[in-house]
């Protein structure tokens, strides 16, 4: 792989950070700012006043990656604010080592075992940035991440860029500080022409600026959602259904095949269960049908479910958390939740959802 650009083009076209539930937790350079501790680093988070900042930082060596994040770390530490880190074993001694003593008042985190799964990450992400209580005066959060990119498929690739795009929506308004940190060494350079349109600031430099080509999550999703999927070969197995009567049908169709194939019987009931919500979700709101397409593979089976609708109501439908004691309108978002891996295309012609489950 070519060794990616050091910096931000205007391209069309992030990424972030993680917490912990089903989860374990889950640019611009940087090298003329001194590792040590300096409150008044123009790359800090000088807000403090409870509004949500979401900021990229690019990175090809430990001074850029260290001259950010140190005083970044060190500010927060200042202001009594709960420090979160999510990145790789490397990266983590580098912060260790420059930290010395203030480590122990540091929470780190493998980002191996933060960012496995998107929605499920921006589900506990948004479930630590908010409040059991929205009265409370929660103390202000301050997180470091670095998603796991090396092992990425293509299709993973995309849905954790637009989970970089969903955090600004997810978390507007929380009272936390977000610093994205991306090593241009390791990363594609196509994520990397992204960050600037997922994130709404840059640190460059040892300073803050905004991003000139930032995207509004709406935008950006609705561009995500256009975008064509992944061609297949023609499907071995397939079903149409257009009454509700006719979904317990196909949920034993779909857990009759993932039995056949091997899937661990613990997450085959939810699985069923996001096919499930899908295929309602077209005879619903879809134009009244759909077919559901099956294929498997060694360590993949893939669900297909489209319909002939209008497409989605809304780009961000099904996309982020749901507040507490909301019922209604959660389907695709449970979906997302309870299969290994979703995609989604939409426009007006319908709606194409594939729901991946690992098989082993």
Known sequence: MDTPK????SQPHGHSLV????????SGVLSCVDTKHDGGSGCGDPSGDGSMTHRALLYGSEDEFLAATVPFIHEGLDRDEQ??????????????AALGVATQQVTFRASSQCYRHPGRALAAKYRTAHPAKPDEQQQRLRIIGEPWWTARTAPEAK???RYESLVNAALAGANVALLCTYDTTAVEEQVINQVGRTHPELVECGQVRPSPDYADPAVFNSECNA?????LPAPAL??????????ATLRDFVTSQASRVGADSRSVAPFVQA?????TNAIKHG??????????GPQTMLCEVSDTGGGLPHPLAGQLPHPPGQLRGCGLWLARQFSDLLEVHSDPAGTTVRLHLTVS
Request: charged content about 20%; cysteine-free.
């Open 83 to 96: 420090i979160q880190i999510a990145t790789t074993d490397r990266n983590a001694a580098w912060l260790q």
């Open 275 to 279: 096919v499930d919500e899908v295929a």
């Open 159 to 161: 849905e954790w860029v």
């Open 238 to 247: 397939w079903l149409r259904f257009s009454r509700t009567e006719q979904l």
């Open 287 to 296: 134009g009244g049908s759909g077919v559901l397409q099956i294929w498997t």
């Open 227 to 231: 975008s064509p999927l992944t061609q």
């Open 6 to 9: 050091r910096g931000l083009t």
């Open 19 to 26: 917490m912990e539930g089903a989860e374990d937790w889950s």
